[in-house]
C-alpha cells in the first residue's frame, strides 16, 4: 500500500511524522507522503521540517518517506504562487485541497490546481468533464479517497477520469492511525467506485510513478 496524502500534528492529524511513519510501516506500506494543510502562513514552517527528517526517517523504518504539503482552502487566483513557492521551500510531492462536497472550497479551486502543475488533486469533488481532460492533459492525478464524507463523490470522479484518460490514485487522507486501511479495504473502495481490478492495479501503479518522480526511487 502507498499513501500518497497523510497529515500529522503539523496540521490537524494526530501523529508526530515518526509516529505516523512508523504505523505505516508496521501495516505494511511501501511509501508515504506526509502533506499537512498548508498556506501562505505556515508553509516555510512545515516544509522545511518535513524535508529535513524524512530521508533517515524513511531509511530506518524500510519505507520512503516523501515531504509533501497540501495546499488548502487558498483562494484560486494564488494557487499558482503557492505551488511555486511550495516547491522551492522543499516539497517533493504538493497535493491540493479539491472542492469536496462537504467543505466551503472556493469554486474555480479545481481548475486553477490544475493549470499550476500540482502532483494531485485531492477529493474533487463534483470535478467537471473539462476539468478531468485539463487533469489528463497535464498529468495531474486524480484522488480516489478513502476518507469519510470526501469519499462520497469517488464514483464521479471515477467516471470522469476514466472517461478523458485522467490518472487516478487511491489516498487515505489519513488523520489517525485508523485511517491507514489496508490494500484489500482500499481495493475494495476503488471497485466500489466503479474501477475494474485492473484499474485498481493502474491506480497503485501511478501512485509508484509518482514516488519515483518525487524522489527517484522505483518501488
Known amino acids: 500500500m502507498i499513501d500518497l ?13 515518526f509516529e505516523l511513519a512508523r504505523r505505516a510501516a508496521v501495516a505494511g506500506y511501501r511509501a508515504l507522503a506526509i502533506t499537512d494543510h498548508g498556506d501562505f502562513s505556515n508553509l516555510d514552517l512545515i516544509i522545511p521540517r518535513l524535508s529535513r527528517i524524512a530521508q533517515e526517517l524513511g531509511k530506518s523504518l524500510g519505507l520512503v518517506v516523501i515531504p509533501g504539503i497540501e495546499l488548502t482552502h487558498i483562494p484560486p487566483a494564488m494557487i499558482a504562487e503557492a505551488t511555486a ?3 522551492s521551500l522543499g516539497a517533493k510531492l504538493v497535493v491540493l485541497h479539491g472542492e469536496t462536497i462537504v467543505e466551503p472550497v472556493a469554486p474555480g479551486t479545481n481548475r486553477a490546481a490544475i493549470e499550476a502543475g500540482i502532483d494531485i488533486l485531492a477529493h474533487p469533488g463534483l470535478l467537471t468533464a473539462e476539468e478531468a481532460a485539463l487533469a489528463a492533459q497535464g498529468g495531474v492525478c486524480l484522488e480516489i479517497t478513502t476518507r469519510k464524507g470526501h469519499s462520497l463523490t469517488n464514483g464521479h470522479v471515477a467516471k470522469l477520469a476514466l472517461a478523458a484518460g485522467a490518472k487516478l490514485v487511491i489516498n487515505n487522507d489519513a488523520h489517525a ?20 481490478e485492473d484499474q485498481f492495479e493502474q491506480c497503485r501503479r501511478n501512485s509508484e510513478e509518482l514516488v519515483f518522480r518525487a524522489v527517484g526511487v522505483r518501488l
Open 177 to 196: 492511525p485508523g485511517d491507514l486501511v489496508s490494500l484489500e479495504m482500499a481495493r475494495k473502495i476503488a471497485l466500489g467506485a466503479g474501477l475494474s
Open 85 to 87: 513557492e511550495a516547491r
Open 5 to 17: 496524502h497523510t497529515h500529522t500534528v503539523f496540521s490537524d492529524g494526530e501523529l508526530i511524522p
